[in-house]
């Protein structure tokens, strides 16, 4: 029995944490001794109406910053917690709590520059931590009781081992930098020399497509869950499973613009630090960017290896010179039949989820669409009868068939419609929305090619139907993560979104 195994080696993982905790919560010697003097000290600089305001920047800044802006540019889940049991929570301590000796000369903007920059430090801290963890309480048990063979574990952790060290020189460059009353007077040359090694990044994120699936194959094995549940719910996991851990390096990633132009907004213009920190941000930006499109493009690869054809007419080159998969997702046809359907750049794909090998491929369902010949109808709910064909309202017990949308030929003689059911109405609104950029961002591109002097191209419109006036309820919308998450990347050539 595999939790029989490991128990001892869980209590080891459990013992580890608990003594990371206690280090965290041992007061260095820098630290504040008489905390309610020392505030009374802050209040005094600082007016009634500030200190409300830097306390909620101070604690938002530790407890609840967002990254939701850009923490979807790649496409993996969200991070999802168990329900069982307490969760073992870090300690959480701000700039201002921490060291003695603050000066009562720093203006209310440099105490939130400092504490920003805390927060850079301090993040960097708990990010290696999870690392190590990781590695210690996941990869080297599961590997010395053969619940994985090294090759499958070397795919699912990919590269991870070697960030540790690259977030140790940060971590280490920011402590050195750091003055002993614990304020740093400049960090943009420090980020700016530092930030080119996180293109080590590339590998990694490139390889977490081929990972997630890998390791939601192994999770059907019973020795795998029942490992990984165990460590789900003891307490050195905080309650994160070994995806969470996986994913946190990607998360730390998109951090740093949003912990930069903070910083910068708090650093006063005539500072030496100003032109190194806007240099800083500009550079994590392009490597960010760099990273989502090699990533997208990985993951366009990855399903574009596991389609199955059934005809060799199935076989359209647009998909094969396809590099950006712009959604994907399961739908159901009118008949009931589950479907999973790829939107690449330049070409509609409905395939049936079919196991070979024991993995997951996606089987050739009719022929692929091309964007250039896509017809996109927005069907109002009622209009569907189930078998197919399109009449008055159609009702089942007093429900209306809902959330259809259909796509087709331009030309119908090309091939078969398809009608198409999304599980409800915020997944159908992401799927037209999709469809109908995709196809817009084609016909500007064809436009631009066309009004060049030397290209002479054939007609290339493409339809859109009924689409202009679908709107959701504010109130549902605001409850979706993923209608949040589409919003934020209208961008399609540099996000693959997931139905």
């Known amino acids: ?53 830097l306390k909620r920047f101070s604690q938002s800044l530790q407890r609840s910053i967002s990254f939701k802006n850009e923490n979807r540019s790649f496409n993996f889940p969200q991070r999802q917690r168990s329900k069982n049991g307490p ?80 977030h140790e020189d940060l971590l280490n460059r920011l402590q050195k930098v750091r003055r002993e009353d614990g304020t740093v007077d400049e960090v943009g040359p420090t980020l700016v020399d530092w930030l080119p090694s996180l293109n080590a990044y590339n590998t990694y994120c490139c ?129 009931g039949q589950k479907l999973h359907v790829f939107l690449f750049e330049d070409i509609l794909v409905i395939t049936r989820p079919v196991t070979q090998n024991d993995q997951l491929h996606y089987q050739m369902y009719r022929q692929p669409i091309p964007v250039r010949d896509l017809v996109l109808e927005d069907l109002p709910d009622g209009e569907v009868r189930l078998g197919g064909s399109i009449r008055g309202a159609f009702a089942t017990n007093n429900e209306r068939a809902k959330n259809f949308f259909r796509v087709s030929f331009r030309d119908r003689s090309k091939g078969q419609s398809h009608t198409l059911q999304a599980n409800d109405s915020f997944n159908k609104q992401q799927w037209v929305t999709c469809i109908r950029s995709t196809i817009i961002t084609l016909r500007d591109r064809d436009n631009q090619i066309r009004s060049h002097p030397i290209h002479t191209l054939h007609d290339m419109d493409c339809s859109l139907v009924d689409i202009a006036d679908l709107k959701l309820d504010s109130d549902e919308k605001a409850s979706t993560p993923m209608d949040i998450d589409y919003r934020e990347g209208r961008n399609l050539r540099k996000k693959v979104v997931k139905f």
Request: hydrophobic content about 35%; glycine content about 2%.
């Open 1 to 53: 029995m595999v939790a029989k195994d490991f128990f001892c080696l869980l209590q080891h993982n459990t013992e580890l944490a608990d003594n990371r905790d206690t280090q965290h919560s041992e007061e260095p010697s820098n630290k504040r001794v008489k905390p309610v003097s020392k505030v009374t000290a802050l209040a005094s600089l600082i007016t009634p109406g500030k200190v409300t305001s």
């Open 87 to 166: 969760t073992k929570r870090r300690n959480s301590k701000l700039w201002s709590e921490t060291f003695d000796n603050i000066s009562e000369e720093l203006s209310s903007k440099e105490i939130k520059r400092q504490e920003v920059i805390f927060e850079l430090t301090q993040g960097e801290q708990l990010l290696i931590e999870d690392l190590q963890l990781a590695k210690k309480a996941y990869y080297e048990p599961m590997l010395k009781l053969t619940i994985m063979s090294e090759e499958e574990l070397n795919q699912i952790f990919g590269t991870l081992d070697s960030l540790i060290p690259l």
């Open 207 to 335: 390889n977490q497509v081929t990972a997630k699936a890998l390791l939601d194959y192994k999770k059907q094995d019973r020795r795998v869950e029942e490992f990984l549940q165990l460590c789900q719910e003891s307490a050195f996991s905080r309650k994160l499973d070994l995806w969470n851990f996986l994913d946190i390096p990607r998360s730390r990633l998109v951090k740093y613009p949003i912990l930069l132009k903070e910083i910068l907004k708090n650093t006063a213009v005539d500072h030496p630090d100003q032109q190194h920190l806007e240099e800083a941000i500009t550079l994590i930006q392009g490597i960010i960017a760099h990273i989502n499109v090699k990533t997208g493009e990985a993951e366009c690869q990855y399903y574009k290896e596991r389609l199955f054809y059934l005809d060799e007419t199935q076989k359209d080159p647009h998909i094969e010179e396809s590099k950006i998969l712009c959604c994907h997702g399961e739908l159901k046809n009118n008949k």
